[in-house]
């Protein structure tokens, strides 16, 4: 419970702990409806602090969205990059091992007598 539900209960409990037949003050009344009132405010508050984080909150990450958003495009854009470098680079191996075998293999017809 919050501070002003308890002073509400506490000062209800008072007002009615008296005597079953008496009623009432209207000073009695009249703190029992400031007690509601306080309690209400109390709550207000609460609440308007709680809708103002959250529109904070909306702010801030509606931010980190965009910029998330962005690093994801230049992320898949890097990988797209390397995805393609990556095939150059297993062509350039290929094309290399083949240069070589041609290289020995004909540098053996060419040259029998020397090994390698």
Same mark, same amino acid.
Do not use: Y
């Given at each position: ?20 037949? !008496? ?19 109390? @709550?207000?508050?609460?609440?308007? !602090?709680?809708?103002? &984080? ?14 998330? $958003? ?5 992320? $898949?854009?890097? @990988? ?6 990556? !095939?150059?680079?297993? &062509?350039?191996?290929? !094309?290399?091992?083949? @240069?070589?075998?041609?290289? $020995?293999?004909? *540098?053996?017809? $060419? *040259? ?5």
């Amino acid at each position: 419970m919050n501070k002003p539900s308890l002073a509400l209960t506490g000062i209800l409990a008072l007002a009615l702990s008296g005597c079953a037949n !008496k009623q009432p003050s209207t000073a009695d009344l009249m703190r029992q409806h400031g007690a509601q009132d306080s309690s209400r405010a109390a @709550l207000q508050k609460d609440l308007a !602090k709680q809708w103002d &984080r959250g529109n904070e909150l909306i702010a801030s990450g509606t931010k980190q969205i965009k910029v998330a $958003e962005k690093q994801i495009s230049q992320a $898949e854009k890097q @990988l797209r990059e390397a995805q393609r470098d990556l !095939k150059q680079a297993k &062509r350039d191996v290929s !094309k290399g091992e083949r @240069l070589k075998q041609r290289a $020995e293999k004909r *540098f053996s017809e $060419e *040259f029998p007598q020397s090994s390698l």
